[in-house]
C-alpha cells in the first residue's frame, strides 16, 4: 500500500524557514512523482511543487519561486520543502501527495491519487 506521511510544519515569523518533508513507503520511488499542495480554509488545494525521478522538478505558483525549494532523497524515500523567506500568505494546510511517473503539467489535485493528512505551516507577521 503506497502511503506518504507530512511533517515539518509549525509556527514561524515573517522571513523566517521550515523544511517540510514527505516520507513515502510501498513504492518504487523512481517511479513516482511526489508533490506539495496547500489549502487555505475554504479553498480548493492548489500545487505548489513537484519532483519526479523522471522529470526533475516543477513549481507551480510564481510566488514560490526564488523562496521555495523542493528535493529529493533517495535512500529515504524522501520529499523535502524547503520555504524560506515566509510570509503571512502562505500561512495554510501543507499537504504531501503522490502519482505515477512524471509530475503533470497543470498541478492539479485531481491528477495525484495518494495523499498524507497533512501539516500546518503558520507564519505570524
Known amino acids: 500500500q503506497v502511503q506518504v506521511v507530512e511533517s515539518g510544519g509549525g509556527l514561524v515569523q515573517a522571513g523566517g524557514s521550515l523544511r517540510l518533508s514527505c516520507r513515502t513507503s510501498?513504492?518504487?520511488?523512481?517511479?513516482?512523482?511526489v508533490g506539495w499542495f496547500r489549502q487555505y480554509p475554504g479553498k480548493e488545494r492548489e500545487g505548489v511543487s513537484c519532483?519526479?525521478?523522471?522529470?526533475?522538478?516543477?513549481y507551480y505558483k510564481d510566488s514560490v519561486k526564488g523562496r521555495f525549494m523542493i528535493s529529493r532523497d533517495d535512500a529515504q524515500n524522501t520529499v523535502y520543502l524547503q520555504m524560506s523567506d515566509l510570509s503571512p500568505e502562505d500561512t495554510a494546510m501543507y499537504y504531501c501527495?503522490?502519482?505515477?511517473?512524471?509530475?503533470?503539467?497543470?498541478?492539479?489535485?485531481?491528477?495525484?491519487?495518494?495523499w498524507g493528512q497533512g501539516t500546518q505551516v503558520t507564519v505570524s507577521s
Open positions: 501527495a503522490a502519482r505515477k511517473y512524471r509530475c503533470p503539467v497543470g498541478g492539479r489535485s485531481t491528477e495525484f491519487s495518494v
Open positions: 519532483n519526479s525521478w523522471i522529470g526533475g522538478s516543477m
Open positions: 510501498g513504492l518504487t520511488f523512481d517511479d513516482w512523482a
